[in-house]
């Protein structure tokens, strides 16, 4: 945890929508007429998978994956996504629960705002084309957060966002610099004190990976500086091998 955290956090349940495939509409009235059902599980928080744009360039299959979405860009501010999703947020308060918003700070779309306006601000291979610091995730490119104007532009977008949600759920965290995490968590707590931070980090082999690499890679106990919550991405295959009892998920604790 933060030094700030909120300890009831624990003891709170996240429920995930990916909205355009949650419901037949696809869309925010889809999530709204389905809310009190929701509120009844338990649920304390929503979180609302990426609800920006999505790339089209170098897109993998029909069903666009999270890490496709360009990072939330300040370019939306005037679009419909604004209104629809306040009024999302406005419903989800009258159930008496609270909403958070993905964040994918790590890398973009090719096509995204940023790769058009700022290619600067883009990690770059020798060549001089857009790529990835570590392996080949070919439908995205890679951040480059040697750039101090990279960091104010992706705070303001969070602080912009904060006024309308209660906190972001970010990608990727080990490969974005702990220290931004950090500016950004300040950033954010003068318009939205107590804001919920959650990371998706990585198993320690991946840490290990990415630092042998010489690439930005921050451990559970770096992100909790500017992480209220965190959870490991590579959980996923045992989880599911336990579920469908293939396996013994105290494996994975130990």
């Not at 009235?29 to 089209?56: A, C, F, M, N, Y």
């Not at 705002?113 to 995205?140: C, I, P, R, T």
């Not at 890679?217 to 992100?223: C, F, T, V, Y």
Request: glycine share 6%.
């Amino acid at each position: 945890m933060a030094s700030d955290t909120k300890i009831d956090l624990r003891k709170q349940m996240i429920y995930s929508i990916f909205v355009r495939n949650y419901s037949p509409e696809g869309n925010f009235e889809g999530v709204r007429k389905d809310l009190d059902r929701i509120k009844d599980l338990g649920t304390d928080i929503i979180w609302l998978l990426p609800i920006q744009p999505s790339g089209k360039e170098k897109r993998k299959g029909a069903w666009v994956h999270t890490t496709q979405f360009p990072t939330i860009g300040l370019s939306t501010r005037n679009t419909g996504l604004w209104r629809t999703s306040s009024a999302c947020a406005m419903n989800v308060y009258a159930k008496g629960m609270k909403i958070i918003i993905d964040c994918v700070y790590n890398h973009t779309s090719p096509d995204s705002v940023l790769a058009k306006e700022h290619q600067d601000w883009f990690y770059h291979k020798k060549d001089g084309s857009f790529g990835n610091k570590v392996g080949d995730w070919s439908d995205v490119i890679d951040l480059d957060y040697s750039h101090r104007d990279l960091w104010k532009y992706q705070a303001e977008t969070l602080v912009m966002w904060a006024k309308y949600v209660d906190g972001f759920r970010c990608d990727v965290t080990p490969m974005v610099p702990v220290e931004f995490w950090k500016y950004a968590r300040e950033e954010v707590a003068k318009v939205r004190p107590g804001a919920i931070w959650l990371a998706e980090s990585g198993a320690p082999d991946f840490i290990r990976f990415l630092r042998s690499k010489g690439a930005v890679s921050g451990s559970d106990s770096e992100l909790y500086q500017a992480f209220d919550m965190t959870y490991d991405y590579d959980i996923y295959p045992d989880l599911r091998a336990a579920l469908l009892g293939k396996k013994d998920l105290t494996t994975w604790l130990a």
